[in-house]
């Protein structure tokens, strides 16, 4: 259990640069009471046509649905307390710098009360090598290999 004196702080920030921010991705100056911020992502990298590799779905992939674990509260967290006083009613940081975060990213200056954050990625790399798995005939595998543009060829900058 925590006991707050339930007082709204004010953020004092110097200076920030944030340069990239996405996917459910949260900025909070001061105090805030919830955060829930949540990430589906397939990522999909390939080197020939969708038709070859096929149609990739999230729906087949249970890491997409299927709930987490919830952790069970010990009986002995029941006898712990938690008591939180701010005397001072601001929070003070100099200077902030980010380069990049994703994915149900917090950048957080002061307190949440609860945040949940939840990020589920699948990604997938298929290259024309590992096509032998696929349901097309290797003749048509070994057409589309022989004249897949590879970047950086000279059949790229006609």
């Given at each position: 259990?925590?006991?707050?004196?339930?007082?709204?702080?004010?953020?004092?920030?110097?200076?920030?640069?944030l340069?990239?921010?996405?996917?459910?991705?949260?900025?909070?100056?001061?105090d805030?009471g919830?955060?829930?911020?949540?990430?589906k992502?397939?990522?999909?990298?390939?080197?020939?046509?969708?038709?070859?590799?096929?149609?990739?779905?999230?729906?087949?992939?249970?890491?997409?649905?299927?709930?987490?674990?919830?952790?069970?509260?010990?009986?002995?967290?029941?006898?712990?307390?938690?008591?939180?006083t701010?005397?001072?009613?601001?929070?003070?940081?100099?200077?902030?710098?980010?380069?990049?975060y994703?994915?149900?990213?917090?950048?957080?200056?002061?307190?949440?009360?609860?945040?949940?954050?939840?990020?589920?990625?699948?990604?997938?790399?298929?290259?024309?090598?590992?096509?032998?798995?696929?349901?097309?005939?290797?003749?048509?595998?070994?057409?589309l290999?022989?004249?897949?543009?590879v970047?950086?060829?000279?059949?790229?900058?006609?």
């Amino acid at each position: 259990m925590i006991d707050s004196d339930a007082s709204i702080r004010t953020a004092y920030i110097g200076s920030v640069e944030l340069i990239s921010i996405g996917l459910s991705s949260v900025v909070q100056f001061g105090d805030t009471g919830r955060i829930h911020s949540r990430t589906k992502v397939l990522a999909v990298q390939r080197q020939l046509d969708h038709r070859v590799g096929g149609e990739v779905e999230f729906d087949r992939y249970p890491l997409f649905y299927k709930p987490f674990a919830q952790l069970k509260e010990s009986a002995d967290a029941a006898d712990v307390r938690t008591i939180r006083t701010n005397p001072t009613p601001g929070i003070q940081v100099g200077s902030v710098s980010v380069i990049a975060y994703s994915s149900a990213a917090v950048m957080l200056t002061g307190n949440a009360v609860e945040a949940e954050l939840e990020t589920r990625l699948k990604h997938f790399r298929q290259f024309a090598y590992a096509l032998s798995a696929t349901s097309a005939s290797e003749e048509a595998i070994s057409e589309l290999i022989v004249n897949a543009e590879v970047p950086g060829s000279e059949a790229e900058s006609t």
